[in-house]
């Protein structure tokens, strides 16, 4: 149990294109998901926090604007890169709880999706 | 701020021999304790977290951490390495935030390599 998937798993778009990336769980119901970018060798970099039904909680310095996020139903959240330029690209993973804003719970992660911004 | 160290980016070891990743925290309350294995291309996989009580967690595949509160570390280890161990290990904190709110904040990870 507590699948995560994600789609797509890579995406090659082109600069100044907008890029939609879906967050499922597949047999839970994921009252928190999260956002991270992941440079090569480098750590998850929180982007931010959503709730269902909730406007998503951006970390300092991810441009909200840039870096929609909805989580519409208690089993996907989407991130739509907008306006896609070359440093967009980044590996992208989301991960779901199903408490919120309980330190303890478990995160699951997706399997990443690769963006690359020509 | 809270913040997690991985002192090593790459530990080897002999299939057979027993393993450590080391991990450190810095936290302003009490830290809430993860691992989590990624293999090359998949996401983050769970392995164990610490949260109270014993400070030897056990967790998949053979792991166990310990909590060392004097310290502030929380190594990972395995008695035994297998070549399919190889990876890379992150470890987490979640504390407490002076926003309220408990972020998860991960150490950049430790690639593991077995050998034969």
């Known amino acids: 149990g507590a699948v995560v998937s994600q789609h797509p798993s890579w995406v090659i778009c082109k600069s100044g294109t907008s890029v939609k990336i879906e967050c499922r769980s597949l047999?839970?119901?994921?009252?928190?998901m999260f956002w991270y970018r992941q440079f090569p060798k480098q750590s998850l970099m929180l982007m931010a926090t959503?709730?269902?039904?909730?406007?998503?909680?951006?970390e300092q310095g991810v441009e909200k604007d840039k870096f929609l996020i909805n989580h519409a139903s208690l089993t996907l959240s989407t991130l739509t890169v907008t306006s896609a330029h070359p440093e967009d690209s980044s590996f992208y993973i989301c991960?779901?709880?199903?408490?919120?804003?309980?330190?303890?719970?478990?995160?699951?992660f997706g399997p990443g999706t690769r963006l690359t911004v020509l | 701020a809270q913040s997690v160290a991985q002192p090593e980016d790459q530990v080897n070891v002999a299939e057979g021999n027993p393993l450590t990743v080391k991990c450190t925290y810095s936290v302003s309350g009490n830290p809430y304790l993860f691992w989590y294995v990624q293999y090359p291309n998949r996401g983050l996989q769970f392995l164990l977290k610490?949260?109270?009580?014993?400070?030897l967690v056990k967790g998949s595949y053979g792991f166990e951490a310990e909590f060392n509160k004097s310290q502030t570390s929380f190594h990972l280890k395995k008695p035994s390495a297998l070549v399919s161990d190889s990876a890379l290990y992150f470890c987490?904190?979640?504390?407490?935030?002076?926003?309220?709110?408990?972020?998860?904040?991960f150490g950049r990870g430790t690639s593991l390599i077995v050998h034969p």
């Open positions: 959503s709730n269902e039904g909730s406007k998503a909680t951006y």
């Open positions: 987490a904190v979640r504390a407490l935030t002076s926003g309220g709110s408990y972020i998860p904040t």
């Open positions: 047999d839970f119901q994921a009252t928190t």
């Open positions: 610490y949260i109270t009580g014993d400070n």
């Open positions: 991960s779901a709880s199903r408490q919120t804003g309980t330190p303890t719970d478990t995160q699951y």
